[in-house]
DNA sequence: CTGTTAGCGCATTCAC
DNA sequence: GTGAATGCGCTAACAG
């Protein structure tokens, strides 16, 4: 029973059938007027209709559409977090090109925990997203990984798109950064200008996009003839505050004779160049320091942090054009990256 | 017709009516095992049942249900900018209260358009979402406010709960950021520690945030003894960009006297103090800055910023919970801010 | 071109 | 308790 009322007060929202009987048509125009793909339809009809489902302020039941036409328009993001700009910029670019593309998103937080992804996983997939990108690579040695790729795998058979940024791991499609050329690039600029002596703070052993630039860091290290010994491996959180306090326990263990500290990321370089500044030393003179991403704040920081870009927001419209069978992203190899030096690793010679 | 073979092609999702066969019950039964609000299937059956579904690779419909129960799980969530802290903070809180909740976000950026934004809400209207939460003022003389105003108030009407963050201008439920005080309080506090001589660099005309939070400074200096010159206060993009180029504008225009220069936003201090570096001064000791919000990065800047925190986090889960009805979200007045005194306003007596 | 009808996948009322 | 039947809002054949 609907409210016969003066409509103020609460009232279901209007839907086809009712914009059909207020234009005086069958369901069937009224939906033709609305959405038909191919329009034929009397352009009296539409008019009315139209004008009748602005009266009524209709608004399309999505969900119903979706039952309907067994697909939908929503796009399923997961990210470990959120308000860390190197996911942020990537959800952006995703958010901007599914709006291109008139579609959804629908956007989750995995807090870097696997379980929590494969459980989020699970429930997005009720969604029926037409495509699904997971952003942000796991560890290695990961127990819940089989479920993970049998999840996915169903959800890709059932029809569904996923892609992966920065993690092959998985058999599946995938937006790749070339993390270990990179590092091997910025490596060699480094040595290039001077620097002989490093060291490293990365994230926890096994994390996947940490690994691949260390790897690479110290390829081209062993290129170009700089030395990073083991010990100065420093592994902590993935995040800025792993790298404040990397850096203060490579500190504390006495200053020693490293030049220069590259963190894995751009967050960890940032929290370092803050835990030499904590330190009472001058970063850049003291210790140099570079990154890696090149997220929006390392241009504001001082020493201006030296480091890798990497174009983040560019990934994620390329991990949606992916998704969604496009063949230049198709064709295009790993995502091109760009060594920018700055302050934080002034010229030694 | 299903597929007979292996099961390694491609297959449509099984239904709850695949579920129900394979577990030899009704469609009722496989319903009331997998959700049933008031459970009362028999032990064994139920048994068969979530067996059944697990051996399917079952993922419920959403959209079905949706449709079915006439409500949906899911939180719209509209921001100004994905990539900007300020937002992608406020965003994390949303998500974290959802998940919480067991609800699934949509995410949607308006790019500062308030025609988009209009459009965008039309757009997730479709969705039924439970919640609509906007965050991010928009200009106070808008044409399209009327109807920003009317389609969230039809979207109330038909069940649905808004929630505005920092932006009143609508009568609707709003997570108040007291801007004003807290900008008041910055002055008093600035003045208290010797400062006399202020300047702004803030947003466009009429943006809502912007402006109070200038009106609130002002009130603050003239409360404590500091002076600001209507000339003195430059408009430009509310943005990293925008500070750095009003700080530009500002010095270019001669040093003046001014001692310290007040950005409406964190954003907007941390392109200022690049402003004046690139300029050849010292920020913080040729001219001091404070800003607004209390984003991570000012704690990582030099001089690190001193600033208005703001808890985006906790104002996003805020909002969810206001939205959903929960008491104390309702009885809870404006979000405390606080004054957070750093490097980049040294005192001066 | 238009209207009628049969689903889409699921929840739920109603008999059994 | 359980199953059959109805309906949610909409699309897509299917006939006229």
Do not use: C
């Amino acid at each position: 029973m609907a409210e016969a009322g003066t409509g103020i007060s609460r009232s279901a929202p209007a839907t086809l059938h009712d914009v059909a009987r207020e234009a005086g048509v069958s369901l069937a125009t009224a939906s033709r007027s609305l959405n038909g793909s191919t329009r034929k339809v009397n352009e009296e009809y539409r008019k009315r209709v139209l004008e009748a489902a602005a009266r009524l302020d209709y608004s399309p039941n999505l969900s119903a559409q979706a039952v309907a036409r067994g697909t939908t328009t929503t796009v399923a993001l997961l990210v470990a977090d959120i308000a860390d700009p190197y996911f942020s910029s990537i959800a952006a670019g995703v958010v901007a090109e599914a709006d291109h593309e008139h579609l959804i998103v629908t956007m989750a937080a995995t807090e870097r925990d696997p379980e929590r992804e494969l459980e989020l996983v699970r429930t997005l997939r009720g969604q029926r997203p037409r495509v699904m990108i997971l952003a942000g690579s796991r560890p290695t040695a990961d127990p819940t990984e089989g479920a993970l790729g049998e999840e996915l795998r169903a959800y890709e058979r059932s029809g569904g798109r996923v892609v992966l940024i920065s993690r092959n791991e998985l058999d599946l499609r995938t937006v790749l950064v070339d993390n270990f050329a990179g590092a091997e690039a910025l490596a060699r600029e480094l040595v290039g200008i001077g620097y002989r002596k490093f060291a490293v703070i990365t994230g926890a052993e096994g994390l996947r996009t940490a690994a691949d630039r260390v790897e690479g860091f110290r390829a081209g290290l062993a290129a170009a003839g700089g030395t990073l010994d083991d010990d100065d491996v420093i592994r902590d959180a993935f995040t800025r505050d792993g790298g404040y306090d990397g850096m203060r326990r490579l500190l504390e263990r006495g200053p020693g004779d490293v030049e220069l500290v590259f963190a894995a990321n751009d967050v960890m370089g940032v929290g370092a160049l803050s835990a030499i500044r904590d330190a009472g030393l001058t970063p850049g003179t003291d210790v140099a320091v570079a990154g890696f991403d090149d997220i929006p704040t390392v241009r504001d920081v001082t020493p201006a942090l030296t480091t890798v870009r990497v174009p983040l927001e560019e990934i994620g419209r390329r991990a949606l054009r992916l998704a969604l069978g496009d063949a230049d992203a198709q064709a295009e190899g790993a995502v091109p990256t760009e060594v920018v030096l700055r302050e934080s690793t002034p010229g030694r010679k």
